[in-house]
């Protein structure tokens, strides 16, 4: 497998301290909790970096989905595979997120996390691909990726493999 280095650890690095200072500033006077939900698998390694970067008070949660219309199959349907397990009512959202294309999952699930009483939900992705407007605003972004870049390393994976490179790469991408 042929990788390119696109992303370096201390870019990583960097790009996590700027968005953890963007969101202690938003939410600094806030009174309503702050939870971190991050979108299983691929934010684990974004997500505690991030975490380990804030210094406003916050927990930490997960969800998974599995979203159809992407890769084909019926469009815009999100399955639930794990639901969050803390009660966001009356708490501030930001949901984290390793990478977004169309944007589509991001807006359902902010959709549902108002629907269950978030104070304010704001969304989070360290990538976002280039060349599409997003179906949801994207609050917190920290790298803006070429369109047909296949992505490994920092979370992103080929077939599950690759996830745990601490840097990010693109490849050719795969037939």
């Known amino acids: 497998m042929d990788l390119n280095l696109l992303y370096d650890?201390?870019?990583i690095e960097s790009k996590v301290k700027e968005l953890a200072g963007q969101i202690d500033e938003d939410f600094k006077e806030s009174r309503n909790p702050l939870?971190?939900?991050g979108v299983?698998?691929?934010a684990f390694i974004f997500?505690?970096?991030l975490a380990r970067q804030l210094q406003t008070t916050h927990s930490i949660d997960f969800i998974a989905v599995s979203s159809y219309g992407e890769r084909g199959g019926d469009q815009g349907e999100v399955k639930i595979l794990l639901d969050t397990r803390q009660v966001l009512r009356d708490k501030n959202v930001v949901i984290v997120e390793d990478i977004t294309d169309s944007g589509k999952t991001l807006a359902i699930l902010s959709k549902i996390f108002a629907a269950k009483g978030a104070a304010q939900v704001k969304v989070c992705c360290l990538l976002k691909r280039?060349?599409?407007d997003p179906a949801t605003v994207i609050d917190y972004c920290g790298f803006v990726v070429p369109e047909q870049?296949?992505?490994v390393g920092y979370g992103l994976d080929y077939k599950e493999e690759n996830?745990?490179?601490d840097e990010i790469y693109?490849?050719?991408k795969p037939s």
């Open 47 to 49: 997500l505690a970096d």
């Open 130 to 132: 280039g060349g599409k």
């Open 40 to 42: 299983l698998k691929g």
């Open 170 to 172: 693109s490849m050719k």
């Open 163 to 165: 996830r745990t490179l």
């Open 9 to 11: 650890k201390q870019a």
């Open 35 to 37: 939870i971190l939900v």
């Open 149 to 151: 870049a296949w992505l």
